[in-house]
C-alpha cells in the first residue's frame, strides 16, 4: 500500500518567519527550546522575540539543551513548561534543540511519576495519555529535517546508546527554513550536517521501505546537495544556497519519515554516544562502505543524483570533508556490534545484515 503523510506546513525563504506570524503564533504562552548559543549565534531567537513582543505573547526561553539531548533533561523541561504554563513551543536550533523540543511536549502534559501509569521510558512506546503541547520549528542547521518528522533520537545512558521515539502528535505544525539563519554556521558543523541529510536521502533511496514518492524527493534531494559540493568543501555560502540546503534536509527528513534509516544511522549513534563524534560526521564515516552493498542500480542513481561520477568521487568527497582525529580498536567495534544489530532499522536495510557484516563495515570505515 502507497502511503504518504506529510502534516507539516512548510514555509521556505528570507523572512519566513516575518512573513507568516499567524503560524509561528499558534497560543497563548509560548515556551521557546533552544540550545545555548545556535538560537543567539543564528539571529533567529531575535527575530522570534521581536514578534512575540510586538504581538504581546509572553514566552519564556529554555535554552539549556546540549548536544545529543539525554532524555532525564527533557523530563525538566517538561516540568518547565508545565511551571510556565506554556501552551505552545517555538523550537529554534539544529537537530538536538528540535528533537528536545518534542519530548519537552510530551513531558509537559504528562508528567512522569511513580505508579501514574507513565514512566519516564514510556515515550519509547508512545504510551502517553494526554497530547503533547503544539509546536513550530526554526532550524538553524541543514542537516537532521527533525523540523518534519514524528523522531526524538534521545540519548540514553541506560542503554550506553542514542534511541529514537516516534510520535505523530509530535510533527511539528509549521516549519520555517530561511537560509540566513544557517549562513554562519561553523564551516565543519555545515559539512556535518549536509552530509546527513544526504545520509537520510541515501538510506531513503535505498531503503526496504522506498516509495516512488520518496525516491523523487530522494534524488531531489541529493541533486541539491550535489549541486553545493564545492561550497560546502570550501565554505563558500550565500543565504540562497543556504536556504536550498534547508530545503534539501527537509526533503531527507519527509522521505525518512515514511522510510526511516538504515544501519548507517544506527551504527553511527555508537561513534557518538562512545567518541562524541558529531551525528552527521559518524554517518558519513559509514556511508560510503553501505553504499557499496547495495544494488548496484540503486547506487549508481544516487551517484548520478549527487552529479558524482565514480565510488571514489564519492570517497573523495567524504574524505575531505571529514577530518579523521579518533583512534579506535577492534574491540570496541565488535562491542559496538552488539548494540548496533538489535536497532529497528537494521530490517529496513536492503540487503541481509548480520553482526559480522557491521564489524567489517566498521572496520573497513574505521581502521586506519
Ligand atoms: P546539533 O547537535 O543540534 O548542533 C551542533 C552544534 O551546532 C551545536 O554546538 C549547536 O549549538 C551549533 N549550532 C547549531 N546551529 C547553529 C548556528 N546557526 N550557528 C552557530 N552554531 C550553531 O546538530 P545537528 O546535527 O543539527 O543535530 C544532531 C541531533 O539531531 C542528534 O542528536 C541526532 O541524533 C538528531 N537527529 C534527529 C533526526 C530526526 O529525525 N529527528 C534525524 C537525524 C538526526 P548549541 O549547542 O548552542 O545548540
Ligand atoms: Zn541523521
Redesign the pocket.
Known sequence: MLKFHMPTKVLVGENCVFENKADLIIGKRALIV??????K??GALDDVIKILENEKIPYHVYDK?????EINHMVKGGEFARNCGCDFIIAI???????AAKAISVYATNEPKENSGFDVYDIFKGSYKNKPIPMVAVP??A????EV?P???LTLHKEKT?K?FTCVDCFYKTAFLDGR??L???LQ?AK??AI?AMC?LIEGYTNKKSSPVTDCLCLEGLSIIGKYVDNLINGNFSVDICTELLWASALG?IV?SHTGTTIV?SMG?QL?YFKDI???MANGYLVYEYLKRVDSKRAASCLYALGMESFDEFKNFLEKALPREHNFTEDELANWTETSIKAKNVASCPFPVTKNLELEIYKRSLLN
Do not use: A, C, Q, W
Request: proline letters at 8%; glycine letters at 18%.
Open positions: 533552544t540550545g545555548k548559543t545556535s538560537g549565534k543564528s539543551i546540549e548536544n545529543n539531548p536550533g539544529g537537530g538536538s534543540p528540535l528533537d538553524t542547521t542537516g537532521t529535517g527533525s518528522t523522531y526524538s533520537i542514542k529514537s539563519y544557517t554562519n554556521l561553523p558543523v556535518n550536517t546527513d537520510h527528513g525518512i544511522h549513534y557518538t558529531p551525528h552527521g
